[in-house]
């Protein structure tokens, strides 16, 4: 009875879930701030049977995945902390999910290794008291991980339909997502022209066709709403403008429309931002937000051609902040940039050598890894032609412990002691 009991991943992770309630509970905040009001707002708007207000009025700004889960709390007008606690009960059957893929192609030690290192994750933890996507997003990845895993080991057609449900439901969840499987599909379709190992890229492509599938209602949605065609959303135009930012000391990071910087402690030169912003900011707020967003991409096209230099710069400024949180615009910096630079450091110095390891190996580098690192992949390129944070990596950190744990598993031991 112990000893089903330790090697019974509910059991051992469960202190975890218990340590997330009591972080939620000590740190949540008692009214909603931030993101958290639109989440609500959106779910309270499809109980009143719409999800954009009409036009001119509309507002896409996210999918509206996260708006469906928080549905039967806003119904029920369960208080803000309670709703927030089920983000420790995403994050504890993300871990569960990441351990049972891990044990079907590792050991249960390796298993319960990279388990643990998902479930102290310190980026993840400082998102689990705030009312956002990242823990739901975070379960669903491994989720995905985890039948995608059981559908190259077992073939069952359920599991790879289940798994294109799940990565459909990312796709509502985090729109950018939806521009992932159309790339993915793309390379697929062309492997399968030119690559011999055909019934590989048909079950990447059935997937992939399945999770764009599950957009395709809202899809339909977004082109009654605004008339074009596979429109996600509304939000991609500011964040690609401030990412185009032509400006020295703009480092591609967001800023308030109204350009109050005060996301962060403000340096002394934040008035730059006004200085170098209002006018333009002035002139796209006039019009409805179908069309902010087409004006701000028109003047992130313009500042990318007439600096295209500042916007690579800026790129390789979205991945530091990634990484390690660091740089922000107009903004100082406390001590615990210190953290995220280790942490960073650790996960992108160990990724390198992911990459050199899966290269060298790569023929016998199993399907569900492949399919994973190439949806992580192409994410994590497409986030850094926005403004991105760590939260956008931290969706994607059950990837890569399951492509750690594989590699652990499969390379010889290192030896450190002189011969």
Known sequence: MIKKIIHNPWYIFSPFLFYYA??????????????????????????????????????????????????PFVALNIPAVYITLMNAVYQYLAI??????????????IALIFGVLLAIYPNGLSMLPILYTEA?????????????TLFYLQGKTKHGIIAGLVLGFIILTKIIFGYVVIICLLICFVSLVFKKKRPTYFKSIKILLIAFGVSVPYLVYT???????LYWGNSGGMSLYWMSTPYENEYGDWKNPDLSNNQYPASSKSADLKKNHSR?????????????????????????KHDPLKFFKNYYYNFSRMFFNFPYSYATQDAA???????????????VIGIILTSLNWRKVIFPVKLVLLIAGIYLLLSGALSAYPRQLNIIIPV????????????????????
Do not use: C
Request: glycine residues 6%; hydrophobic residues 45%; charged residues 15%.
């Open 337 to 351: 940039v210190l953290g995220n630079i280790l942490i960073g450091s650790l996960t992108l110095f160990v990724s």
């Open 280 to 304: 333009e900011i002035s002139a796209v707020l006039k019009h409805n937000p179908v069309e902010q967003d087409e004006l701000f991409k028109q003047a992130a096209i313009r500042n990318i």
């Open 96 to 109: 569960i999910f990441l351990y049972k893929s891990l044990t079907l192609v590792t050991n249960k030690k």
């Open 22 to 71: 009591y972080l939620i509970i000590k740190n949540k905040w008692p009214k909603l701030y931030g993101d958290e009001i639109r989440y609500v707002d959106f779910a309270k708007n499809l109980l009143h049977g719409f999800y954009s207000p009409s036009p001119p009025h509309i507002n896409l700004w996210n999918g509206p995945g996260y708006p469906i889960i928080l549905m």
């Open 136 to 148: 739901l997003t975070g379960l669903l990845v491994s989720a995905f991980i985890y039948t995608i």
């Open 223 to 229: 082109y009654y709403m605004t008339g074009k065609v």
């Open 400 to 419: 890569l412990l399951f492509w750690f744990g594989f590699l652990a598993a499969n390379i010889k031991k290192v030896d450190l002691k002189f011969r």
